[in-house]
């Protein structure tokens, strides 16, 4: 491959449009506009170019967005307006999902096969859309026009255009105009059988469908993207929190569901927002640390870290400036409650992330949101813009003079950018690899600077502790575990959807209030934290739901994945399908990590396919020794959780057992 500026295939009108959109006309030479006599002789702006680096994913995105993929030309346009080398370049356009380096179609549908999806029935929508649109990954617009790496090794092969135009649906290669490919979990798991649709051109659309049907799919690409985002918003019209229309008794953090409106910033003050920001400007940075050490708040984003500690150590760093960041990337398989609070309440994550912006002395927040939530995304951004327009974020927020302003930036298809110190790199414009820690974000953060990072609900927390004190938000739950915990209950259950409970309360209960194992079938197992935790076999029902209580058994809570399997449930068939997703979301930094994930899979398979190197019992030990190695030497929590619920599934004996052994027949289904 040969990276290099000047490709032979220059960045059409369109493509330049879009970068334009973000970083403005170019104002030289020197940043890729046109040279002028004057060029020649004298360079400026190069400082001021690689400041704007940080914007490097938004410019990458609204290429993707018009065109349907970021040609060698559009790289090299933006290389040229940011300074930044096209290697580089490459290296982050490449590293994100929801980019794509080589010509494809206008629709690019991502049908997800994760865990909750596969228990209903994701591998059926697979193969339907197989069938009907061609294999997987296919169905690419068909010119050879400007790919990376051409038979000379230049960004050769030139089409009348320069690159594939979106909207040229129904010329590619299985004519259907959509290219599809399966999918990590899209934050609906429950909802049942997802996808989200990427639609580029001149009025690009992102749409998720759950649960998706071929139909739906069919529909969504060929028609108008206001077709697209009606379903969109029909969907999101019925969050599925059984609690919010019963009982609502039990409901903190989701106690304005269904009772706020989430476009209208009236409604919320109406409602009492905004009342915490003000209590906090009058408590102060540090009055606003101490409430959340009397509520002992531990953060929610899964590793229970406290907040109050995090904040502090950000306020009184000398450096300057502090940011602070909202972590809403959200990608666990199995995990929707960030979701659903940014599509329901986005005024209360702004007000809080305004309220953590007081408290750690930032004058910018930024809320690092998924790019398959395009829902969350567009009310945040209603609401951030909002709120500016009424003076709650800006020069002097609340006539306080605190001035504090907020950045919504989209993440791009990266389970890895959900890691602190990865997101952070995302948000500068860099791949999401993680950094080795320490220093931790609050010493050196985003753009080298002290930064304190928390998760959607831990800050959705944060108003409840203003709301009631810190001392009474420390007597709900037990001890060590203070607080209400939302829980995403997605799998083999009546009713799916988001729980909200105090700490304490056992998985039965919780399971119960769902409606129970679905169609009244035995409880095989339930996966508890996502992928990245453990199984539990019906005789942890009466655990409670802690951090400690779980701690005890082995297990974790992580982001409060409840996945109920039932005993009709292949779970060989999930296990292989969560080695495949850290195999594909290791940033392969690490060996034990990049070298761990693939030895997994390959382990998992063999097992299932009943063909184990020796016997089954010496692929377990093999199974256990790549599960200390990653757990010990990888640098972040990716590659030492990423065996985590295979070793669950084989101390629970739910593969490599006797018997059947680790083959389909051990979930049960034929027993
Ligand atoms: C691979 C990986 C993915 C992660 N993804 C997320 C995520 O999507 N959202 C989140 O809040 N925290 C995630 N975390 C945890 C963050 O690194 C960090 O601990 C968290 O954002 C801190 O917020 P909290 O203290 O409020 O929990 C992830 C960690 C790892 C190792
Ligand atoms: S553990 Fe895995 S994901 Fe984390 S830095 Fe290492 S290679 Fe990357
Ligand atoms: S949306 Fe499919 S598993 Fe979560």
């Not at 065109?67 to 040229?80: Q, R, Y």
């Not at 753009?447 to 831990?458: C, D, L, S």
């Not at 757990?631 to 929590?637: E, K, L, Q, V, Y």
Request: some cysteine.
């Amino acid at each position: 491959m040969d990276l290099r500026l000047n490709a032979a295939v220059a960045a059409t009108e369109d493509e330049q449009a879009a970068v334009a959109s973000v970083l403005g006309p170019a104002g030289s030479g020197w940043e890729g506009g046109l040279r002028t006599a004057a060029d020649g002789h004298v360079a400026f702006g190069g400082h001021s170019a690689r400041g704007r680096r940080h914007l490097l994913l938004p410019v990458l995105h609204a290429v993707q967005e018009r065109v349907g993929w970021i040609s060698p030309g559009a790289l090299d346009h933006i290389c040229a307006r940011l300074t930044v080398p096209p290697a580089d370049a490459y290296g982050v356009a490449s590293f994100y999902a929801l980019f794509r380096t080589s010509p494809a179609h206008a629709n690019i549908v991502h049908v997800c096969d994760d865990l909750a999806c596969q228990v209903n029935g994701a591998e059926r929508l697979c193969e339907e859309m197989e069938r009907r649109f061609g294999p997987e990954g296919g169905g690419g617009a068909g010119a050879a026009g400007g790919e990376y790496g051409g038979a000379n090794g230049a960004a050769g092969g030139t089409t009348a255009a320069g690159t594939v135009a979106a909207g040229q649906a129904g010329g590619g290669s299985n004519g259907s105009g959509l290219t599809w490919q399966r999918s990590p979990c899209l934050g609906q798991c429950d909802r049942g059988s997802a996808a989200m649709i990427q639609q580029a051109g001149p009025a690009p659309a992102r749409v998720v469908l759950a649960p998706a049907d071929l139909d739906q799919i069919r529909a969504a690409t060929s028609r108008s993207v206001a077709f697209m985002q009606a379903g969109q918003d029909a969907a999101a019209a019925a969050p599925l929190i059984p609690q919010a229309v019963g009982d609502r008794s039990a409901l903190r953090l989701l106690r304005r569901v269904n009772q706020v409106d989430p476009g209208s910033l009236d409604s919320y003050r109406a409602a009492g927002g905004y009342e915490m920001l003000r209590r906090a400007v009058s408590a102060g940075p540090m009055g606003v640390i101490r409430e959340l050490k009397d509520a002992k708040l531990l953060g929610r984003g899964g590793a229970a870290f406290p907040t109050a500690v995090k904040w502090e150590a950000v306020t009184t760093n000398p450096a300057r400036p502090h940011y602070v960041v909202c972590n809403a990337d959200e990608s666990e398989p199995g995990t929707f409650k960030d979701r659903v609070l940014m599509e329901q309440d986005p005024y209360a994550l702004v007000e809080a992330l305004t309220i953590m912006g007081f408290a750690c002395g930032a004058g910018q927040g930024y809320i690092y949101i998924r790019g398959e939530y395009p829902l969350a995304e567009s009310r945040l951004q209603r609401a951030v813009d909002q709120a500016r327009s009424r003076g709650l974020l800006g020069a002097d927020v609340m006539s306080s003079g605190f001035a504090f302003d907020i950045e919504v930036r989209r993440g791009a298809g990266a389970y890895i950018a959900g890691e602190e110190t990865a997101l952070v790199n995302s948000i500068e414009g860099k791949r999401a690899e993680p950094r080795n820690k320490p220093p931790f974000p609050a010493q050196s953060g985003l753009f080298g600077k002290p930064t304190a990072i928390n998760n959607v609900e831990t800050l959705l927390c944060v108003l409840e502790i203003l709301r009631i004190g810190g001392s009474a938000f420390a007597q709900i739950g037990t001890k060590d575990s203070t607080g209400t915990r939302l829980f995403c209950l997605s799998g083999c259950v009546e009713r799916p959807g988001l729980y909200e409970y105090e700490f304490g309360v056992s998985l039965r209960e919780v399971i119960q209030a769902a409606g129970g194992v679905r169609d009244g079938r035995p409880l095989r197992a339930v996966l508890l934290g996502g992928a990245a935790g453990t199984f539990v076999g019906p005789d942890a029902l009466d655990v409670p739901l802690t951090f400690e209580g779980v701690r005890a058994i082995g297990a974790t809570l992580g982001s409060g994945v409840v996945l109920v399997l039932d005993d009709a449930v292949d779970v060989p068939a999930l296990l292989q399908r969560i080695a495949r997703f850290f195999r594909d979301e290791s940033c392969g930094q690490c060996v034990p990590c990049r070298v761990g994930t693939v030895r997994q899979e390959e382990l998992l398979g063999r097992l299932a396919r009943r063909v184990p190197f020796g016997s089954a019992r010496q692929e377990l030990d093999l199974l256990g020794d790549i599960a200390s190695v990653a757990r010990d030497a990888s640098i972040c929590g990716l590659g030492q959780t990423a065996v985590s619920a295979a070793i669950s599934a084989v101390s629970l004996g739910l593969i490599g057992g006797p018997g059947p052994g680790a083959g389909p027949g051990a979930n049960g289904k034929e027993a």
